[in-house]
């Protein structure tokens, strides 16, 4: 099995849609260990879609804008495992103003980007007391090399989180650390929905994915993120690989 014995760090799962609910779920079957974080008003909903996987993992608190949960994690963390191997950070979230790209004010843009960008150093430091040789953090990404339709803001935060992967990638790679992201195509799920007018990239990745795309399934990002915390990619860091049926290959 590809994660044999490994115990792994997941956050984001919110639904059964969650991306990180069939990391988790892959990673079991895989025979990982996993844990899961949560915050707030979720922690219930995390709670119970996490009786859903294969074995129901443990739920701990993080809000990632939150300096407590923070400093607290890796001591929650150790009352379930003595160390992590992996971490998946999948967790996105962008208030309403910050799809208007010209509208937008600091506080919304910056909303975005701590916990969409920012919070990727922040989850890697806090997990790191808990990390060593042959660690691997994955995040996930949506291709910030371009401007999309409504993305807006929340693009600028991707570019924002792709950068924090490379410099982490710096920063980490002398401790044998790996940090990779997946570039995934779009995915019906809960932060998917919350973008006004999604559906104008979901309508043309369909008919431009070489491959074809089928928005309604998260099983090819989270076998990628799999895949990326297993030993099978042991030179790669500061990587970003895409899922999205080839889309970011084709011109028109
Ligand atoms: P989702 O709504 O299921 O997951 C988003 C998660 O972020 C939720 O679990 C939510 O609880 C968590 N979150 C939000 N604010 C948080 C905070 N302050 N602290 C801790 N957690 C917080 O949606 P998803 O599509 O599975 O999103 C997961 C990741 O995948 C995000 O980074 C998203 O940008 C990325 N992604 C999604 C798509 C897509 O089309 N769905 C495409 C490419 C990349």
């Known amino acids: 099995m590809l994660l044999e014995g490994k115990k792994l760090l997941v956050t984001g799962v919110l639904m059964?849609?969650?991306?990180?609910?069939?990391v988790a779920?892959?990673?079991q079957e895989q025979g990982a260990e996993v844990v899961l974080t949560s915050f707030g008003r979720t922690m219930k909903?995390?709670?119970?879609?996490?009786?859903?996987l294969p074995q129901t993992p443990p739920v701990v608190e993080l809000d990632v804008s939150n300096s407590e949960d923070l400093d607290a994690l890796a001591e929650r963390v150790r009352e379930h495992v003595p160390h992590l191997d992996g971490v998946v950070h999948s967790i996105g979230f962008a208030p309403q103003g910050a799809f208007n790209f010209m509208e937008a004010g600091w506080e919304d843009v910056s909303t975005a980007v701590q916990i969409s960008a920012f919070s990727l150093q922040a989850l890697a430091?806090?997990?790191l007391p808990?990390?060593?040789?042959?660690?691997s953090i994955v995040g996930l990404t949506f291709d910030a090399r371009y401007a999309w339709p409504v993305y807006d803001w929340m693009g600028v935060a991707k570019a924002a989180f792709e950068a924090t992967n490379r410099y982490l990638?710096?920063?980490?790679?002398?401790?044998?650390i790996r940090c990779n992201l997946v570039s995934a195509g779009p995915i019906?799920?809960?932060a998917a929905k919350s973008i006004p007018g999604f559906e104008r990239f979901e309508e043309e990745w369909e008919s431009r994915a070489p491959l074809g795309w089928d928005i309604n399934d998260p099983v090819g990002a989270?076998?990628?993120?799999?895949a990326l915390l297993s030993d099978w990619f042991p030179a790669t860091s500061g990587e970003i690989v895409h899922v999205d049926g080839g889309f970011h290959a084709m011109g028109v």
């Open 16 to 22: 059964d849609s969650s991306i990180a609910f069939h």
């Open 25 to 27: 779920r892959l990673a």
């Open 45 to 52: 909903i995390t709670s119970t879609i996490a009786k859903r």
């Open 125 to 127: 430091k806090a997990s």
């Open 130 to 135: 808990l990390m060593g040789p042959g660690g």
């Open 169 to 176: 990638a710096r920063d980490l790679g002398p401790q044998g």
């Open 188 to 190: 019906r799920t809960t």
């Open 222 to 226: 989270a076998k990628a993120c799999v």
